[in-house]
């Protein structure tokens, strides 16, 4: 492993120690890193854990960032195993609150003035401490609105730009060294994960996704979504609208007006933001939702979201139309058009195994059908099968269990595939209205028009190229890291062993000529020689053998 990646070794240190803890120890003698000395002096924990319980705890013990890392991973089913990806769920992002001195500093760089000159009332409790942010209730001087600041914790930007240096160097070596998780692209997955924290970490862009998101549902009877103040805001400052109300996962259904009526609201408005805004909310979980007077779903938290294109969308709706109509061979289809690939693909296996999936979740009751797990169980055809369908249908997918889940804690009768149907069926048939028609023929059309007038262009750039040598072609070599590594190893020993013999040879010859000054008869310079070629040589050995 390269150090310079690695711009903080005691924070390295300590991840290296705490995976170490959790029984990873092996994994890292494996791969070479730097701290399997330490490693070997820690003690495990209770051998009773499974693997991804083991790993979800060492994330949690190793703070925000990791807790971040780990929910962002699990809204990746597409990548991970389904256990991975559920046990990771379980990660709370809640983190021991900044003091708030430090708050107050970060609100007026933000502001760039004084805190009292904007708000009359800055209450110093925090309403929420999480991993990337924290939150407290304020009041604007100006009209007295009452508002939440979502203020980003100060230095949390340089510390997972650290862990995830960290993090991509481990990926890195553990791609290139273990060919059982390369199924994985542990690499992507980081990078994945960069983007995801960059926009996280924008509050600005939180701030314009709340407006898409109002705009869009402010028709929708129980649903409310927070406002922003865009004026007050910016990338470390979030100012919206304070809610009053309480934590869907802080209530019991009985204490609510209408329990029924709420879930299928919070289903519906989950089912038009994906179906059809291609806008959603990507974790819409229990935590995330907040009840107000008994009666309506607030929506919060808006830095994670995903998109989809109105192909994505009328795809997706083949895929839960079929779905919910148990039709294994439309399903599959479905699934090859989406990752647009059947080479290598065995249509009937895997049909079979589709309508293996739907038997199973499809038999129980109506109350107990799970759509977003039978979806879940169906990413991991779609992995083991090796089909590519793009990052956002995933996402959704995740969105779907989670919005499935919060709608049952509040009403868990609910007819979930019925609900859904109707949406469904409504975008599945909007491929074939007159006006879709006519647009996807326009643009059939241009396409027809432009492309043989480009096609010869082309032709003529190449041979251009070619007539004045400018033609190149480009080879690109992958994961020979380490074999350039163990090159220079060789031969750096090499040229230390050549010069070893050497300082052998040379000393021998002053010894045998008796050149001065002499100590017990022999040549000083010479006994010089032998000791300095001595501890040369046992260095060598001893790097050899402890390297295998």
Avoid at 48 to 62: H, V
Wanted: glycine fraction near 6%; charged fraction near 25%; proline fraction near 5%.
């Amino acid at each position: 492993m390269n150090l310079k990646t690695v711009q903080n070794l005691g924070r390295f240190k300590e991840i290296v120690s705490v995976f170490a803890k959790y029984g990873f120890g092996d994994v890292l003698s494996h791969l070479g890193l730097p701290g399997r000395q330490v490693a070997d002096r820690i003690s495990r924990v209770d051998s009773g854990l499974n693997t991804f319980e083991r790993l979800r705890m060492a994330f949690d013990e190793l703070g925000p960032s990791f807790v971040k890392f780990g929910q962002i991973l699990s809204l990746r089913s597409d990548m991970l195993p389904k256990a991975l990806t559920q046990e990771l769920a379980k990660l709370q992002d809640k983190a021991a609150p900044v003091p708030v001195d430090q708050v107050i500093e970060a609100v007026e760089e933000s502001l760039g003035r004084p805190l009292n000159d904007v708000f009359s009332v800055f209450d110093h409790t925090p309403l929420a401490s999480a991993s990337l942010s924290q939150v407290h209730r304020a009041v604007i001087r100006e009209d007295r609105t009452v508002v939440a600041l979502k203020v980003r914790r100060p230095e949390i930007r340089a510390k997972v730009d650290l862990d995830l240096g960290i993090f991509e160097s481990i990926a890195k070596i553990l791609h290139e060294r273990m060919a059982e998780v390369q199924i994985y692209d542990l690499p992507g997955l980081v990078e994945l994960i960069r983007r995801t924290l960059e926009r996280e970490l924008d509050f600005e862009r939180e701030a314009r996704y709340m407006k898409i998101a109002e705009s869009r549902m402010r028709h929708l009877p129980g649903i409310h979504i927070p406002k922003a103040n865009r004026r007050l805001s910016s990338r470390r400052l979030l100012v919206m609208e304070y809610i009053r109300g309480d934590r869907l996962m802080d209530l019991k259904p009985e204490t609510l007006e209408d329990p029924a009526e709420m879930a299928r609201q919070g289903l519906h408005a989950t089912v038009q933001q994906i179906l059809e805004d291609g806008f959603f909310h990507a974790d819409p979980h229990p935590g995330n939702l907040l009840v107000m007077e008994g009666k309506t779903l607030c929506l919060l938290d808006w830095g994670m979201v995903g998109r989809l294109t109105s192909e994505d969308r009328i795809q997706l709706a083949d895929l839960l139309a079929a779905t919910v109509d148990k039709d294994s061979e439309r399903l599959v289809e479905t699934l090859l058009t989406v990752s647009r690939t059947s080479e290598g693909i065995d249509p009937r296996a895997l049909e079979r195994e589709v309508l293996e999936l739907l038997d199973v979740h499809m038999a129980a009751s109506v109350a107990d059908i799970r759509i977003g797990e039978l979806m879940l169980d169906i990413t991991d055809l779609i992995r083991n099968y090796r089909l590519r369908v793009p990052p956002d249908l995933f996402m959704m997918i995740k969105a779907l269990v989670t919005a499935e889940a919060s709608v049952r804690l509040i009403y868990p009768q609910l007819d979930v595939v019925s609900e859904m149907r109707p949406h469904v069926r409504r975008l599945a048939a909007q491929r074939f209205q007159p006006r879709r028609i006519l647009d996807r023929l326009k643009v059939l059309l241009l396409k027809l028009a432009t492309s043989p007038g480009q096609f010869p262009k082309r032709i003529s750039d190449i041979v251009a190229k070619m007539e004045r040598g400018d033609l190149r072609l480009r080879f690109e070599h992958h994961h020979l890291d380490d074999l350039t590594s163990t090159l220079d190893k060789i031969f750096s020993r090499l040229t230390l062993g050549v010069i070893l013999g050497a300082m052998i040879i040379g000393s021998s010859l002053i010894i045998t000529t008796g050149l001065p000054p002499l100590l017990g008869g022999y040549s000083l310079l010479g006994l010089a020689g032998y000791c300095i070629s001595a501890v040369i040589g046992l260095w060598l050995v001893y790097d050899i053998l402890r390297n295998r």
